[in-house]
């Protein structure tokens, strides 16, 4: 019987048209070939896998790393009828026993396992055994130490095209931000994939952020809008979580704290009532994230800083699944940016993921304040260029007081070029401020006509200005040593004077030297 991903589509899913890149994606894993597969959340990856495993002859191998999410796709699909099972470490010995006892009759379609499974020397021997149709490798950016949930497990993934030659492998990730991207192609070896990149524009989100004042009085403001919606708040702590929660209900709202130090059934509960409907408010964590799927959250709102823009993006991303219209807000201030900092120095991950950390950070600062279109600065982090303002931010709605800001980035561009480009921001800004370092005598900087030309200027203000330049990508920053360095094609403008620089006038006023040191 010839069984068509259409059919599949329509028969076994209960779907009528595939949506974007879905059809493309299957017709190159039909024919054998490779696939990196980059979908917003909820974009509709999964059957991008499911439906051509289904049609190619041999079992579909599909390598994730949550347990929770393997058994929620494995009971959805034994609901349409397919033969789908998980091997993981939660797993009761028999029915470890059972799935393995399909495998070797052929009856299982779907494998689910994680990467410790797979690579365990007794797994891949027992594999080389049963025809594969094809090998999915889901939450593919967990294999970048560049990406925001870096696996040291899925690094050992690299010989599974040696291992199992001739048989297709697709790569699914909602994280696609450019060095990710080379760097999941480049790890698992797959130089001839074809890339599919989805846009990650969500038209119905309207996107705020607004400097702190009166943190809960401004929350309950935002809340008076959705009181009959499913809202989600995210909070940088279990604790506050908790405070926050608990301040909802003692205001009638019905508020759900939801972070990891719940019990396996308390979490359980919370999800249930989640999805059941009604209108409610979790107060999570990041923790309250994989597998969330509901179509109908009108709100999202951080009340602390996300650690970079993919968990930002992934947490705004829950609002409005259902296509109607739906906000977020984030709501910053710079105590709470001095306490990310605090914390991300005081961890114990090495100096290299600690600089990728601070890149990530300073990349939600620059964005919460921008004067210029949200959505434009968020989509370049994922590498794509938005031509025209969104029109669905507070930016772009209502356009804030601004300063020129021009002469001040000519000042930074200039001193990042006078010094070869070599140097950090903490360099940049000690030749502008005319402060002498050890460096800045050794390389003679002081020498420079520039030197001092910004010191009537405090610290944070030139801190500020290298965001917005870096957030409009006329300054870079290398990987490897935080090296400044200029984008020509953005920088030259600026520099010539035909394009401006403007900064919020309520920030840049804020700032004195004075101000909380969040840099
Ligand atoms: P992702 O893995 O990209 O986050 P999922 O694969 O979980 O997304 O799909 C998100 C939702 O979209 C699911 O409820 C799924 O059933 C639905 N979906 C996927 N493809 C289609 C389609 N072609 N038509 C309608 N709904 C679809
Ligand atoms: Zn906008």
Known sequence: MDITPKAVLKHVFGYEDFRGLQQQAIDFVMQGQDVLLLMPTGGGKSICYQIPSLCRPGM???????????????????????????????????????????MVNGSLDLLYISPERLLSDDML????????????????????????????????????SSMFPNVPRIAL?????????????????????????????????????????????????????????????????????????????????????????????????????????????????????????RPDVRLVVHLDMPKGPEHYYQQIGRAGRDGDPAETVLLYGGEDIVKARYWLEQSNSDEEQKKIARSRLNTMIAFAETADCRTQILLRCFGEELHEPCGHCDNCKQPVSLMNGTVAAQKVLSAVYRTGQRFGALHIINVLKGKKSDNIENYQHDQLPLFGIGKDKPNQFWRAVIRQLMAKDALRQ???????????????????????????????QSITDKSPSYS
């Open 60 to 102: 579909g191998l599909v390598i994730s790393p949550l347990i929770a999410l393997m058994d929620d796709q494995v009971a959805a699909l034994r609901q349409v009828g397919i033969n789908a099972g998980a091997l993981h470490s939660e797993l009761e010995p028999q029915e470890a026993a059972s799935i393995r006892q399909d």
């Open 125 to 160: 021997r027992f594999l080389k055994r049963i025809p594969l149709s094809l090998i999915a490798i889901d939450e593919a950016h967990c294999v970048s130490v560049w990406g925001h949930e870096f696996r040291p497990e899925y690094r050992l993934m690299t010989n599974l």
């Open 173 to 293: 990730t909602a994280t696609a931000d450019p060095t990710t991207r080379q760097d999941i192609v480049a790890s698992l070896g797959m130089p001839n994939a074809h890339v599919l990149q989805a846009s990650f524009h969500r038209t119905n989100l309207f996107i705020r952020a607004l400097p702190k004042d009166g943190e809960t009085k401004q929350l309950l403001t935002i809340l008076q809008k959705h009181k009959d919606a499913a809202c989600i708040i995210y909070c940088g702590s279990r604790n506050k979580a908790e405070r926050v929660a608990a301040m909802l209900t003692g205001r009638g709202f019905t508020g759900l704290a939801y972070h990891a130090g719940l019990s396996a059934l308390e979490k359980r509960a919370v999800l249930l009532r989640f999805r059941s409907g009604e209108p409610l408010i979790i107060v999570a964590t990041v923790a309250f994230g994989m597998g969330i799927d």
């Open 478 to 508: 290398g990987v490897e040593h935080s090296n400044l360095f200029l984008n020509q094609e953005k920088a030259l403008p600026l520099l010539k004077g035909n394009e401006q620089l403007y900064l919020r006038e309520d920030i840049a």
